[in-house]
C-alpha cells in the first residue's frame, strides 16, 4: 500500500491502492497536504436512487467547533450520529491528472451533539434502481481512527481517493456511467445517496476506491 496523503488536523498518512492483491492499482502522481476547504456550494446529498436517510433537522452555517479525541469507541456521554442526523455532501475534486481526491463533509443537522468514529461505507452506484458498481471502496488501514464530538452544525470528512477509468484497459475496467454514491455513516445500516455523476470500472477488483477515516474539520 503506498501514501498518498497527510493531514494537517490530524496526523493521518491515506493509501491509495488495495487491501488485497487482487485489485488493480495506480501509482499516484501528488499528495494534497492541507485539510479540505469547508463545504460551500458542494453538491449535496439529494434525492436518488439509494437515498434512504433523510435529514432529521434544518441545517446549520456555523462556524465548525467540534472536538476530537485519539482513538477508542465514542463515549457514553454523547449518543453517536445516526443516518438521519446527517447531511453528506461532495466537496470539490483535485489531484493528479490520474489520481483524484475528493472530501466528503458530514454535518450534523440535529439539535443535539453526536459522535462520528471510524470509516463511512462508500460505494459507487448506477441507474435507476441504484445498483452497486464494482467493489465497495477499500479502508485506508493507515489512517488513525479518532472520535470526533460534532454539534449541531458542526463538519466532520472522510477524503474518498480515486483512480481515472482512462489509466486501465477498457476491456479490463469495463467502464460505465455512474450517478453517485451510497455511503453509510460508521455503524448505521441506513445509507444516504450523495450524487456525483462520473465513470467508473464496472469489473471486479479493479480501480477500487479508497476511504480515510473521519476527522473534524479545522475551524477556519
Known sequence: ????????????VFVAGCTTSSHSTATPTSTPTTAPA??????SASAGPVDTGTP????????????KSSGGAAGTA?????????????????????TKFQ???????????????????????AGDDGHQVGDAFDRATF??????????GDVAYAILATH??????????????????????????????????TKACSA?????GNVAAILIHPVD
Open 56 to 67: 432529521s433537522g434544518p441545517a446549520k452555517t456555523g462556524t465548525p467547533t467540534g472536538t
Open 38 to 43: 469547508a463545504p460551500t456550494s458542494a453538491a
Open 1 to 12: 500500500m503506498r501514501p498518498l496523503l497527510l493531514l494537517l488536523a490530524v496526523p493521518a
Open 103 to 125: 472530501p466528503l463533509y458530514l454535518t450534523n443537522v440535529a439539535d443535539r451533539a453526536c459522535t462520528l468514529h471510524g470509516y463511512p461505507g462508500v460505494s459507487v452506484v
Open 78 to 98: 454523547t449518543p453517536r450520529c445516526h443516518t438521519g442526523d446527517l447531511k453528506l455532501t461532495l466537496g470539490r475534486r483535485g489531484g493528479s491528472t490520474d
Open 204 to 208: 471486479k477488483g479493479v480501480n477500487v
Open 143 to 152: 489512517n488513525p481512527k479518532v472520535t470526533v464530538t460534532l454539534a449541531p
Open 164 to 197: 481515472d477509468v482512462g489509466m486501465f484497459p477498457a476491456g479490463k475496467c469495463k467502464p460505465v456511467s455512474v450517478r453517485g454514491y451510497r455511503v453509510y455513516p460508521p455503524d448505521e445500516t441506513k445509507s444516504i445517496f450523495v450524487a456525483g455523476a
